[in-house]
T-cell receptor, first 112, second 114 residues
Framework: QKEVEQNSGPLSVPEGAIASLNCTYSDRGSQSFFWYRQYSGKSPELIMSIYSNGDKEDGRFTAQLNKASQYVSLLIRDSQPSDSATYLCAVNRGTGFQKLVFGTGTRLLVSP | SAVISQKPSRDICQRGTSLTIQCQVDSQVTMMFWYRQQPGQSLTLIATANQGSEATYESGFVIDKFPISRPNLTFSTLTVSNMSPEDSSIYLC???????????FGPGTRLTVL
């Protein structure tokens, strides 16, 4: 079992719809959770962080964390073609360093 | 977040040669990391570079192939030695942010080995 698992996709949604991206992790001691967006040919960009159970909203993005079920999700409301990218889930196991474990990423395609 | 630059942004090299990639940060950081991202793949951590100590390498990566320097808190280099076409990849440096418990990435170096 991989430490951080994501569906590779592609996840295809029409413009204006809600895109839902999911991630599960295996280490129950994990402390911090992140979503990075990576456009083709570019480096990963941090877009959301979440540290406690529940929802965290930032603009059109909502991160959801459920530690009991060991999953993290990212909702993108009013999806735009510019949201088309690969979304990487990353987990910090709480070692006291900023070392992250990355999932393989989910490719999102938003069609006009 | 810190501003991170990498040099070169891309290079095409002949097999058997070596390339040194530089990573410069605009502020002092404790933790720096080097990743490889092969085409269509996710990120693979090569090593953690700490100032004043030897780099810590992940399984499958060795110092002879990927020597790393960390002379101060704003700079690091990664050398890809004795290159083969299998080393063709994007190499990324990142810096740790203890306040956010996460990392920020540089723009990457796209390496092609012929």
């Amino acid at each position: 079992q991989k430490e951080v698992e994501q569906n590779s996709g592609p996840l295809s949604v029409p413009e204006g719809a809600i895109a839902s991206l999911n991630c599960t992790y295996s280490d129950r001691g994990s402390q911090s959770f992140f979503w990075y967006r990576q456009y083709s040919g570019k480096s990963p960009e941090l877009i959301m962080s979440i540290y406690s159970n529940g929802d965290k909203e930032d603009g059109r993005f909502t991160a959801q964390l459920n530690k009991a079920s060991q999953y993290v999700s990212l909702l993108i409301r009013d999806s735009q073609p510019s949201d088309s990218a690969t979304y990487l889930c990353a987990v910090n196991r709480g070692t006291g360093f900023q070392k992250l474990v990355f999932g393989t990423g989910t490719r999102l395609l938003v069609s006009p | 977040s810190a501003v991170i630059s990498q040099k070169p942004s891309r290079d095409i090299c002949q097999r058997g040669t070596s390339l040194t990639i530089q990573c410069q940060v605009d502020s002092q950081v404790t933790m720096m990391f080097w990743y490889r991202q092969q085409p269509g793949q996710s990120l693979t951590l090569i090593a953690t570079a700490n100032q004043g100590s030897e780099a810590t390498y992940e399984s499958g990566f060795v110092i002879d192939k990927f020597p790393i320097s960390r002379p101060n808190l704003t700079f690091s280099t990664l050398t890809v030695s004795n290159m083969s076409p299998e080393d063709s990849s994007i190499y990324l440096c990142s810096v740790g942010d203890p306040a956010a418990d996460t990392q920020y990435f540089g723009p990457g170096t796209r390496l092609t080995v012929l």
